[in-house]
């Protein structure tokens, strides 16, 4: 069976060595790799991966034009990268276009770096332009060790969002909202244009919990994540595995959807 890792992270060499320790130190998270892009590579073979997307953020304006540079450059088979605009930027849409022509496949947004309410009108504009450019959009939501009291993503904001915006295709990073199930039950759960991805599932949901919003939520809008260098394929991996989900629901949730949602086909 193929599997996809929907959310994974990597720096450009030169970076790797001081961001990763940096944003550990700042997160209060242990990690698994350098932070290198081939380092995600070998881990993820190494942990039967066919293949990943690559999330990456611009956490200032000015680093917009070289994140989605070598975002574009990571991708090649089946390594797939989504791209960054800093959504207060200037130039944030124009920076949309450039990451639609770039071949990228979506836009991650992560509101706590990047210092916005996901539901601040001033940022509509740049989710208007991404549904009209078809790019998908992954929200970094619910709760982050960066910010852990200030939540930028509720899931409550996520269904604002999808209602504004029923052409938009909404990602919700983190099962809809880290550490905030009852909220993701509340507000996200049956959203037909919300998928949720689960990486990083083990930080807060048992097993049995993680399978029972991904049932109620609905198999087919669930994408397998790990969120790597801060998680690994075997945690997240056995966590469904102990989620009572049938192997046919699984085969879903590890690439069926992710080829589905983006038109593509995985290769062995
Ligand atoms: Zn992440």
Redesign the pocket.
């Known amino acids: 069976m193929y599997l996809f890792d929907m959310?994974t992270?990597c720096f450009p060499d030169a970076l790797a060595p001081k961001a990763l320790p940096r944003l550990a130190e700042i997160s209060g998270c242990v990690y698994y790799g350098d932070g290198t892009y081939d380092d995600l590579c070998a881990k993820a073979a190494a942990a039967g991966c066919t293949g990943f997307m690559i999330?990456h953020i611009a956490t200032k304006p000015s680093q917009m034009h070289s994140v989605n540079n070598f975002a574009a450059a990571c991708q090649k088979g089946n390594v797939y990268c989504f791209g960054s605009v800093f959504p207060t930027a200037e130039n944030a849409i124009e920076e949309l276009h450039r990451i639609k022509t770039l071949g990228l496949k979506g836009v991650k947004f992560?509101p706590d770096y990047q210092e916005f309410f996901v539901n601040d009108p001033a940022v509509f504009p740049v989710y208007e332009a991404a549904a009209a450019l078809d790019l998908p959009v992954t929200f970094?939501a619910g709760r982050d060790p960066y910010s852990p009291n200030i939540v930028h993503c509720t899931p409550k904001m996520l269904a604002e969002i999808s209602e504004r915006f029923p052409t938009l295709r909404i990602i919700g990073?983190h099962m809809g909202g880290m550490e905030m199930d009852a909220d993701v039950e509340k507000y996200v759960v049956g959203r037909p244009n919300i998928y949720v991805d689960t990486?990083?599932a083990t930080r807060s949901l048992s097993p049995a919990r993680c399978g029972e919003l991904i049932r109620r939520h609905g198999v087919e809008k669930v994408f397998f994540a790990t969120?790597f260098p801060?998680s690994t394929v075997d945690a997240e991996r056995r966590l469904l595995e102990q989620a009572g989900l049938s192997s046919d629901e699984l085969e879903q949730i590890y690439y069926k959807n992710v080829e589905r949602f983006f038109g593509i086909s995985l290769t062995a």
Do not use: I, M, T, V
Request: charged share 10%.
């Open positions: 959310h992270h999330l992560h970094h990073a990486a990083f969120d801060w």
